[in-house]
């Protein structure tokens, strides 16, 4: 089954422009030009904003209100081989009391001499509910759309409880887990299209080290009758 994105929540940033300010003002001649600069500063804030943050499931910790970040990345070339390859991302949160919403998606397109040689579209729509400060319920939708995949279509829906093992400043580990369904669409015409009974397990570990070190890890595993997929994600 096809993995999903998952990624930390910053302050809302929409990274679309490059405006010139009296602050960055310098020289228009020489090797390095401002547009140069700021490309480059353009491109450090979109890998900072993709960055993990120190997160976990439920709402415990998340600010009231809206909350979320986007990112957007496009690179074209022409010469010898024509190409294009545009990214974008996006992480949205909006908690109200104890419930909260998280949208979550990522979208990637690519082509080589007028020919799409890639485009999906990963995303993960999920509410949840703190019941105290240690237990919360959730209900999640997941999936993903890619052409060049074994799976055109794979979507996963499921709903559980989860449990906040440790949470205080410097280490955070919650599970959550429960039945869903599972239905795709396989590229393959000499396979058959997949609708069963599924199952999600789900862990999220943080250690704060240092205030500059932390470690991370994420795991997620799908069961089903035709495969089982485990996403572990390692900081």
């Known amino acids: 089954?096809?993995?999903l994105l998952k990624s930390g929540v910053g302050t809302l940033a929409l990274i679309a422009a490059l405006a010139a300010s009296a602050a960055s003002a310098q020289s228009l001649?020489?090797?390095?030009?401002?547009?140069?600069?700021r490309n480059e500063d353009l491109l450090e804030a979109i890998e900072d904003d993709a960055e993990r943050e120190l997160d976990r499931f439920g709402?415990?910790?998340?600010p009231q209100g809206f909350d979320g970040s986007v990112a957007v990345r496009a690179i074209a070339s022409n010469g010898n081989t024509d190409s294009l390859d545009i990214g974008i991302g996006s992480d949205l949160n909006y908690v109200w009391g104890p419930n909260g919403i998280e949208l979550q998606l990522n979208y990637a397109y690519g082509e080589d001499d007028g020919e799409k040689t890639e485009e999906s579209l990963f995303y993960s729509l999920e509410y949840?509910?703190?019941?105290?400060?240690?237990?919360?319920?959730?209900?999640k939708l997941q999936g993903s759309v890619d052409e060049f995949s074994d799976f055109e279509t794979d979507t996963f829906l499921s709903l559980g409880a989860g449990y906040?093992?440790?949470?205080?400043?410097?280490?955070?580990?919650?599970v959550q887990g429960g039945p869903g369904y599972r239905f795709a669409e396989?590229?393959?015409?000499?396979?058959?299209?997949?609708?069963e009974a599924a199952f999600g397990i789900s862990s999220d570990y943080a250690h704060k080290l240092t205030d500059t070190v932390f470690v991370t890890n994420d795991t997620d595993v799908i069961w089903s009758e035709n495969d089982?997929?485990?996403n572990t994600h390692t900081l």
């Open 1 to 3: 089954m096809t993995t």
């Open 29 to 37: 001649v020489g090797r390095d030009s401002i547009a140069e600069d």
């Open 59 to 62: 709402n415990e910790g998340r």
């Open 128 to 139: 949840t509910r703190d019941f105290n400060p240690v237990v919360f319920g959730f209900a």
């Open 164 to 174: 906040r093992i440790f949470n205080d400043a410097t280490r955070q580990w919650s």
């Open 186 to 195: 396989i590229s393959d015409v000499t396979r058959g299209d997949i609708n």
């Open 228 to 230: 089982t997929e485990d």
